[in-house]
């Protein structure tokens, strides 16, 4: 496991509060994990190479 510091603005923290807490998780490192791995997975990165 890798832990990082990350920094975001106030507005975007806010939107992440208010539209993703208990949706994508409930603690702050448990919401951002799980955006990044959303991000990923959507944008194809864990599929097979063939």
């Keep these: ?3 990082i ?3 975001l ?3 975007t ?3 992440i509060e208010k ?3 208990g ?4 603690k ?3 919401l951002v994990r799980n955006i990044v791995i959303a991000y990923l997975s959507e944008k194809g990165y ?3 190479e063939k």
């Design 1 to 3: 496991m890798k832990r």
């Design 5 to 7: 510091l990350l920094s």
């Design 9 to 11: 603005p106030d507005g």
């Design 13 to 15: 923290w806010k939107i």
């Design 19 to 21: 539209k993703l807490k």
């Design 23 to 26: 949706k994508l998780g409930d």
């Design 28 to 30: 702050e490192s448990e």
């Design 46 to 48: 864990f599929e097979e």
